[in-house]
């Protein structure tokens, strides 16, 4: 509370008069008691009014020329002049003296005014002051606002026909307050001693202060002890008992009830009261302005009778003491208060009076707070405080352990712009979507620390002036964050949804919150999803970014690394975020306090993959190559393995996997190398997805496994691939589609199925090929295309043996000139005559194999050109007829 200032000496006091345009003193208008300075002639005739020190010093320039304007009191010239002061005023003129009082002054013996507040003075106040006995009128007893020291003369007290305002205020007094001010029994106005530095009680002997009427000013003074009961006596006193910001012990007198003129403030605030208030406080029925009992330790009932003070206009502050009452239903009685109530950190028990709602005329702040309530006293906030629409600036009821669900009436308060805190209780329920109502918040809405549950409104996105602190962490609030929080475009300092059940998606909306500079706070919810990039517009954010402790995936957003201002907190751990760590946001942690982020998540490792220790680091995103044959693997193959989509070779074959391969392979687009699944138990059919593994330039392999179906015809889109082993399966066709795949080298291999269909022409355009043609042991039917002789870098191992292929051999055969070993058609229904073109074939080694088909005719004598045979030529079971020629000789290992 702000100290009134009397204006000391504006109707008698006479202040440095302004010169005039010779730069002489100029004389002032008035009569007797308004005489400036004028020449020197006119104070040597006895001038009944001296200015100080400028008067003193031209006075003394009169007497001696050589004297500065500017000097010290001389009052021994003063004095040896003859001249009649009455009134010593030069404070509140804006100038400054700037030194100590003379002891002389105590020589000017008439003067009847001491008016030096302001001036700067510094020094003892002498004790010779005591001797200017004929104060008597105006104030004249002023002598605050300097740097005065040491203390307070006890002669002053012969100052005792003064009868206006004595102060001392604002100084740097010490010392204990002289019993002898008690003598100034005529005051009138008022007692002004604050803001000094003393160390004693208040005088008993203040008491007989009992015509002061206006101010009893003792604040931040330093005095200990307890209030003289005397005091009490001071009846007449109307205005301004401020006793504040002191040392004060004990209980508060009751005596101080029967200042019942009191009509202004009574403040007695920041000491150390206690005990209970007394209840002829209550008595002070006529005070409007306000009373403040705040913050001393006051314990016990508050009393009811304080609900008499009815025509309080201003506050009723009771916070910061011990009460452990219930607040009194009587105080639904203070109709007329209008600034507001404070009634913070008490131990308060019981229910808050619904008649608190008869408050109507509060315009300021409403104010509740208990630290230490027990959980038997707790109880619900009566839907009446909805009736306070007058509230501009605080609603704070916090910390008292209220239950129940929060009132909708609330939403009513629409003035409500600064405070809106009901943190720290036990409210349950919704919130309440008519909150949204309250446009006008601007700073604090602060509900955390209570159990509220259910969704978040999105009403609350009307909230588009909050500009401070939006908390709502620590309750049980769930379902989605709203869309809408993206409108609390004003907001600067930080917004708090931490510590609650909160699930889905991080809205983008978010990122509108371009303001936001203190923090956002989510961690400790259910969030789950990605982190938005348009976080990354949060380019002003200083201090938190909290996202821990939630269920989020994928990998961090490079636009993280906009965030170039934050350099506090940086907290995304406990997730399960995945991949590397950008580096544009790596680049942020050397400037971060704190930087929370790989400590349980998954990050390193390739965003969705779940550990399987099966496949020890499969999901590191730094693997290239997967090398897991012969390890004696069982069970199926995750699908998760279509993540790695880096992975440029695959390799699990010699296992004992099963069950299908997954479809989700296909996304190992970068597969370049050898991709090796053969030597398991996979079933089922092989996935269509291959077709995309365009890049493999190497050989795919899934021989050995028990898969069946018809091959399917996107294979034929590897036309990169240099090897194709499917062998050992049960699939039962081969699609012409693969006879696209024109890179083609090393290995087609598909025998030991269960192929029906005729052998593709197409497989004629494998101009590549130059070995391991394997369709053996297969039912197949039809012909031998003919465009198989169009694959002339053929040199070993060329198989159709075992199927049922028929017709008679294509001539074209005989252009596979480089064959050397492996040609092999046994077991067949081949007919007709053996081509004669088959004897071009002269690099052929061994195994040469035409036994057990339809053959006839003669053998041709152009087989006698396979010289080079030594080993594997048998013809045998066929139905050849004539005599072997004599060329067949030359093949020693012919049957």
């Not at 150390?272 to 006529?286: D, W």
């Not at 897991?628 to 440029?648: A, K």
């Not at 291959?690 to 018809?710: E, P, Q, Y």
Request: hydrophobic share 35%; net charge negative.
């Amino acid at each position: 509370m702000l100290q009134k200032k009397p204006t000391c000496g504006r109707a008698r006091s006479l202040h440095v008069a302004k010169t005039d345009t010779h730069g002489m003193p100029g004389i002032p208008n008035g009569g007797t008691n308004a005489v400036g300075i004028g020449t020197a002639a006119s104070m040597m005739k006895g001038s009944t009014n001296a200015m100080l020190p400028l008067a003193l010093a031209l006075l003394a320039a009169c007497m001696a020329p050589c004297a500065d304007a500017g000097a010290a009191f001389n009052v021994t010239r003063l004095i040896a002049s003859q001249a009649k002061v009455t009134n010593i005023t030069y404070g509140n003129s804006g100038e400054s003296y700037a030194g100590s009082l003379p002891t002389e002054i105590g020589m000017l013996t008439d003067v009847k005014v001491v008016n030096l507040n302001e001036i700067a003075l510094t020094g003892t106040l002498p004790t010779q002051l005591g001797s200017i006995t004929k104060l008597s009128y105006g104030n004249g007893g002023c002598l605050g606002a300097n740097a005065l020291t040491g203390t307070i003369p006890t002669q002053l007290g012969r100052w005792s026909d003064y009868e206006h305002y004595f102060t001392v205020t604002a100084n740097q007094l010490t010392g204990t307050m002289p019993t002898e001010l008690g003598q100034l029994s005529k005051l009138t106005y008022g007692f002004g001693a604050s803001s000094n530095q003393f160390s004693s009680a208040l005088p008993t002997e203040l008491g007989n202060l009992v015509q002061m009427t206006d101010g009893l000013w003792q604040i931040e003074s330093g005095f200990t002890s307890t209030v003289p009961s005397e005091i009490g006596r001071l009846v007449n006193m109307n205005s301004n008992f401020w006793l504040y910001s002191n040392q004060f012990t004990g209980a508060l007198p009751s005596e101080l009830g029967n200042i019942v003129s009191m009509v202004t403030s009574f403040s007695v605030n920041n000491n150390a009261f206690s005990k209970a208030i007394p209840t002829q406080v209550g008595r002070l029925i006529s005070i409007e302005s306000g009373v403040r009992l705040d913050q001393n330790s006051f314990s016990q009932a508050i009393p009811t009778q304080l609900g008499n003070m009815v025509d309080i206009t201003s506050v009723l502050y009771l916070k910061d003491n011990s009460f452990t009452s219930s607040m009194p239903t009587e105080f639904g009685r203070f109709s007329k208060l209008e600034s507001g109530i404070s009634w913070t950190l008490n131990s308060i028990t019981g229910n808050l009076p619904s008649q608190l709602g008869m408050l109507t005329c509060v315009t300021e702040s409403f104010n509740v707070h208990t630290s230490y309530v027990k959980g038997e006293n707790s109880s619900t906030l009566p839907t009446e405080i909805g009736q306070l629409t007058g509230i501009a600036s605080r609603l704070q009821i916090y910390g008292r352990h209220l239950t129940g669900p929060i009132p909708s009436e609330l939403g009513r308060l629409t003035a409500l712009g600064t405070y809106f805190s009901l943190y720290g209780n036990s409210f349950s329920g919704t919130l309440p979507s008519e909150l949204g109502n309250l446009a006008t918040m601007s700073s604090y809405f602060n509900l955390y620390g209570n159990t509220i549950n259910g969704p978040l409104p999105s009403e609350l996105g009307q909230l588009s002036n909050m500009y401070k602190y939006l908390y709502l962490y620590s309750n049980n609030l769930s379902g989605t964050l709203p869309t809408e929080i993206g409108n609390l475009v004003s907001m600067v300092s930080q917004l708090n949804l931490g510590y609650n059940s909160l699930s889905g998606v991080i809205p983008t909306e978010l990122g509108d919150v371009v303001t936001l500079k203190a923090g956002l706070k989510l961690e400790n919810n259910k969030l789950s999803g990605s982190i938005p990039t348009e976080l990354g517009k949060f380019t002003k954010l200083a201090k938190y970014l909290k996202l821990q402790s939630n269920s989020l995936s994928s990998a961090l957003p490079s636009e993280l690394g906009n965030l170039a201002s934050l350099n506090t907190f940086f907290g995304v751990n406990s997730n399960q975020l995945c991949s590397d760590v950008p580096t544009e946001l790596a680049a942020l942690s050397s400037s971060m306090t704190d930087w929370l982020v790989t400590t349980e998540n998954s990050l390193g490792t390739v965003c969705g993959w779940i550990e399987d220790s099966r496949f020890p680091a499969a999901g590191s995103t730094t693997a290239t190559a997967l090398d897991y044959h012969g390890d004696n693997i069982y069970g199926t193959l995750p699908t998760q393995f279509g993540l790695l989509t880096d992975i440029t070779s695959f390799s699990i074959w010699d296992n004992y996997l099963s069950g299908p391969i997954p479809t989700e392979l296909g996304n190992l687009v970068e597969s370049e190398e050898d991709f090796w699944m053969s030597r398991n138990s996979f079933t089922g059919q092989l996935p269509t997805q291959l077709g995309k593994l365009v890049a493999m330039s190497s050989s795919i392999s899934v021989r050995d496994n028990d898969l069946s179906g018809t091959l399917p015809s996107q294979l034929g889109r590897l036309q990169l691939a240099a090897g194709l082993y499917l062998y050992g399966n049960k699939f039962t066709a081969v699609p012409t589609e693969l006879g696209y795949m024109s890179e083609m080298q090393s290995e087609f291999s598909l025998y030991s199925n269960l192929l029906s269909s005729t052998v593709p022409t197409q497989l004629g355009n494998l101009v590549k090929m130059t070995s391991a043609l394997r369709l053996s042991w297969n039912p197949m039917s039809g012909s031998v295309p003919s465009e198989l002789g169009q694959l002339t870098d053929f040199r070993f191992t060329f198989r159709l043996d075992e199927t049922s292929a028929s017709g008679s051999m294509p001539t074209q055969l005989g252009q596979l000139v480089q064959m050397s070993s492996y040609f092999l058609f046994s077991k067949n229904s081949l007919s007709a005559a053996i081509p004669t073109q088959l004897g071009q074939l002269s690099q052929m080694s061994s195994y040469f194999y035409l036994y057990s088909n339809s053959f006839s005719g003669a053998v041709p004598s152009q087989l006698g050109q396979l010289s080079q045979m030594s080993s594997g030529l048998s013809l045998r079971s066929n139905l050849f007829s004539g005599a072997l020629p004599s060329q067949s000789g030359q093949l020693s290992q012919m049957s």
